[in-house]
C-alpha cells in the first residue's frame, strides 16, 4: 500500500516507521526543514532544550509509547523515573504559601494534606469509585462535591497543569480517572536517553531502513478526495498519489487540507470548536543540581508553576559536563493567551522564590498556543482517528486515545488507527 503521510511530528514518526516495518511504501511530507515537530531538541549553549515536551514519557518503560518503539524495532531507550514525583507542600499543611517552609512528600501520599474528615472520605471514595467511575462532571466539580478543600483543588490542579496543561475545570472526570487507572496500570514517568530527540531519530532511522522517506522543507497544500475516499496529497503544487492519507496535524486543519471535496459539514463544524491548550515552559541551566531526583516535583502552591523537573539526573548528556537542565511548567488558560507576558512573569517569580541563592541562569522561556501548542486537543475531547473520508486518519496529540497522557495518549491513537487500517 502507498502511503501519505501529512506531518513528521511524534504521530506521524510512529506511524510511519510501523507502517514501513509491515512493508508498506511511506512518505512522510514535514514542511520544516527538521522532522520531530514539538518532540526534538534544540541545542542551546550546550544544553539540550526541545521545540516542545519536557524530555518525559509520562508511562516510563512500561507504556503505550514504549510498547510501540519495541514493536518496530525503534533503538530508544527510556529510563523509569525514582520517585514518580513529589508535591511540595508547606511544612504546615494549613499555609497557603511555602513563605514557612516547606517540604517534598511522595505523590501518593497527597491525601495527607487533606483534613482528618476528607481522608477518611478518600479512603471510601477511592474504593467506591473503582466499581462505579463517576461521569457527566469536570474533575474539578467531582471534588468540590466530594472533597471540598482547597488543598485537593490546588493538587489537582498542579496535577493536571503539569499532566495536560489544563485546569482540573476543564478535565472531564472521566478523563481524569482514566489517567489515574493507567498510571497504575503502565507505571508512572520515565526520561528517554538523548531527550525527546534519542526517540525522533531512532523512528526516522526505522523509516529509512525500511524504505520510508521523510520529505522536509515539503508543506502538503491539499488532500485529494475521489469519490469520498483520500486519493493522495500536493505538494509544491506536484500530486503524491496514495492508497492511505494520515495527518499528524489535527483534525481542524485536516479538513481544511480537503480543498475541493464535499467534507461532512457536521464534521467540519464539530472540529473547528475543538480547543488546543495552551502552555508556557521555562528552561533552566544549573550550575547545582536544583531538584537531586529525576521525578517531577509538582508545586501547587506557586502562582503559576505547575511541576519541574531535572532530567539531567538521568541523561547528563542533555547539559554540558557539571550543569543540570531543569524546566518547568505553566498551563495558560484560555482566557489568559491574551496575557502571555504576565503570565510569564508571574512563572519567572514563582521560580526565584523556590530556588532562592541557587545558582542558575533562566536559558529560554517558549509559549505555545494556537499552531503549535501543549496540545491539540485538549485532553478529554479528542474526535478520534477516523475522518468522514475514507482511508484519510488523523494521528497525533489532536486525536488521542482515552486517558492517554501527552505522547502515551499519541501511541494509544497510532495503536488504534493502524488497528482499524488493517
Ligand atoms: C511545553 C510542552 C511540554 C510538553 N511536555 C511533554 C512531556 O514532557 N511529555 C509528553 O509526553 N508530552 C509533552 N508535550 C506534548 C508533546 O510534545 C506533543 O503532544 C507531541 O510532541 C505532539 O506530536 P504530534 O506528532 O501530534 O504533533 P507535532 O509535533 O506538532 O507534529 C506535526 C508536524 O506537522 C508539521 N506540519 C503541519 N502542517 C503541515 C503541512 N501542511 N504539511 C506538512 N507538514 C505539516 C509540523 O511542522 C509538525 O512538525 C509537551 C508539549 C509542550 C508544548
Redesign the pocket.
Known sequence: MKVAI?????????TGASLAKDGHEVDI????P??????TNIDCKGFQL?????????HGPGGP?ASLLRDVGADAEIVRCNPMAVIRVPKNRKEKDYNGGFKDIPFNQFGTQFSLWHRIKLFFLLASTKKNPPTGVSFEEWINHNLNENNARKIADSFCGWAL?LRSKDVPVEEAFSIVRNLYKYGGTGVPIGG?KGISDALADVINQNGGHIHLK????EILVEDGAASGVI?GGKEYPADLVIS???HP?TAS?CKNSDIDAEYTRNVEDIKASA???ICLGANEPLIGHSGVLLTPLCRRINGI?EVTNIDPELAPPGKHLV?A?QAVTWDRIGNLEEEIEMGLKDLEELFAGKDYEVLLV?S?HN??????AASGSDPGNKTPVENLYV????A?GEGG??????ALGVMNTLSLIQ
Request: proline share 3%; glycine share 20%; charged share 20%.
Open positions: 501529512i506531518g513528521a511530528g511524534l504521530g506521524g514518526l510512529l511530507f514535514e514542511r520544516l527538521v522532522y520531530g515537530g514539538r518532540f526541545s521545540t516542545g515536551a519536557l524530555h518525559m514519557v509520562p509509547l496543561s525527546c515539503s508543506e502538503v497544500e505538494v499528524d496535524i489535527g486543519q487540507l502552555g508556557v515552559k523537573n524546566m511548567h517558549q505555545y499552531g503549535w501548542p501543549v496540545n491539540r494521528v497525533g496529540d489532536g488521542k497522557i501527552e505522547i502515551e495518549g499519541i
